[in-house]
C-alpha cells in the first residue's frame, strides 16, 4: 500500500490530495482551452467544499489565488482576477509588539499597570475615583487568582499606593467593602482548605 505520508507534501492541505491531484493532471494537458476548462472544473470541486463561504465578496478570488499556489504557479491558464504573486509568500510576516519590561507585583498583571497610571494622570473627580475604585475591584480579583485563601483590603491600598508612587493613597472607608470582601463561596472554599490543612487529631 501507498500511504499519503510517502506523497509529497500538500501547498493547500484544506482540499485534501483528490485536488490536488486533479492539479497535477491539469499541469499534464497540452490543449490550452481543455486545460482552461479543467482548471473551471476545479474552482467549483473547490467552491463546492466550503458552501458557507460562497458569500464572502472575495470568495472567487481566493479559490483562484489557491489554485495557482497548488499548482506551483506553473498553471498556464486565464485568470478570472490577478492571482497572489509568489514573492508575496515568502515575505515574512510583521513582527507583533510585545510589551516587554519589568511588571512590579506579576500576578496583578500588565493591564492593571496600565489603568493605574490612566487614574494618576486623571484629575481629581467623580470620574476619577469611580475608576480608582473599579481598579481596587480588579486587584482584588487578580490576587485571589494567586492566593485564594483572603485578600486584605490594607494589602490592596497598600500595593495600589506603592504602584502609584503615593499618588492614590486610599482608606478602608473610601472604598465600599461590600465589593471588596470575598464572596460566600469563595469564603466556603478558603474554610474548606484550612480544614484540609489542619493536622489530623490523634485517637
Known amino acids: 500500500m501507498k500511504y499519503n505520508t510517502q506523497e509529497h507534501r500538500l501547498p493547500m492541505p484544506e482540499y485534501g490530495r483528490s485536488v490536488q491531484n486533479m492539479v497535477d493532471h491539469a499541469l499534464t494537458i497540452s490543449d490550452r482551452a481543455e486545460r482552461q476548462r479543467c482548471a473551471n472544473t476545479i474552482i467549483k470541486i473547490m467552491g463546492n467544499m466550503y458552501p458557507l463561504l460562497k458569500d464572502m465578496p472575495d470568495f472567487k478570488q481566493k479559490l483562484w489565488d489557491h489554485l495557482a499556489i497548488m499548482s506551483d504557479f506553473k498553471l498556464d491558464i486565464d485568470y478570472p482576477y490577478e492571482v497572489v504573486r509568489p514573492d508575496s509568500l515568502a515575505c515574512d510576516p510583521e513582527r507583533i509588539p510585545y510589551a516587554n519590561g519589568r511588571i512590579r507585583y506579576l500576578h496583578y498583571g500588565r ?35 494567586w492566593n485564594k485563601d483572603s485578600v486584605e483590603i490594607q494589602k490592596l491600598i497598600a500595593d495600589l499606593e506603592d504602584y502609584t508612587d503615593g499618588a492614590i493613597s486610599l ?11 470575598p464572596s460566600a463561596a469563595q469564603r466556603h472554599r478558603a474554610a474548606m482548605v484550612q480544614q484540609r490543612r489542619r493536622p489530623a487529631r490523634k485517637k
Do not use: W
Open 111 to 145: 493591564l492593571l499597570e496600565g489603568l493605574i497610571k490612566k487614574a494618576v494622570s486623571m484629575p481629581e473627580g467623580e470620574e476619577k475615583a469611580q475608576l480608582v475604585h473599579l481598579i481596587a475591584i480588579q486587584m482584588r480579583k487578580n490576587f485571589i487568582t
Open 171 to 181: 482608606q478602608a472607608e473610601d472604598l465600599e467593602i461590600a465589593d471588596l470582601q
